[in-house]
């Protein structure tokens, strides 16, 4: 399985290719890395790599698939970004394109479609369901409005990015 890791504005793509008691054969982008790596009783991890050692620790930080590693008292904040990181973020960022239109984060089914063409809707109210990553989300309108299209229907099959409702917002008038 492959995985993002982020280490300040740096990417990498992390796969663990193979692994036989504590020897791993990491890939780290492009080049592999065969480490001996043990957990250690008080609580640390001991790596070994071309005749050099390290100690390590790790604490889970406040963010998602985030973990502060210690080595010889500096810390280094590294996100690890999987399918199921990339999906809250798509979701908690990417539900609406800013032209309140509602847009599949990832690939999913749709479960259920809660509104048709010309309904009105209120902010929050929800729109859709969606099944991804063996969960089910809603996806709540941005705006008061008018769907103005529905593009999918129950148990559709979506791809990331895909539009799946526009909204037309309904703009306050003053009296």
Do not use: C
Request: glycine share 6%; hydrophobic share 35%.
């Amino acid at each position: 399985m492959k995985v993002d890791a982020i280490v300040n504005d740096r990417t990498a793509t992390v796969e663990l290719v193979s692994r036989e008691d504590n020897k791993y054969s990491i890939k780290i982008d492009d080049k592999i890395y065969d480490v001996d790596i043990i957990f250690t009783p008080n609580g640390s991890y001991s790596i070994l790599y071309n005749n050099r050692s390290w100690e390590l620790e790790t604490a889970k930080a406040n963010e998602f698939n985030t973990f502060n590693i210690y080595k010889y008292g500096q810390s280094i904040k590294v996100e690890i970004e999987d399918a199921l990181s990339k999906y809250r973020k798509n979701k908690q960022s990417g539900s609406h394109d800013g032209q309140n239109n509602i847009i599949a984060p990832m690939p999913g089914k749709i479960v259920k479609v809660l509104v048709e063409e010309g309904e009105p809707i209120s902010a929050g109210d929800t729109v859709l369901i969606i099944s991804a990553m063996k969960m089910e989300s809603e996806f709540k309108s941005p705006v008061d409005g008018i769907v103005k299209k529905v593009h999918v229907k129950d148990n559709d099959i979506v791809n990331g990015d895909q539009l799946l409702v526009e909204i037309e917002a309904i703009e306050e008038t003053e009296e």
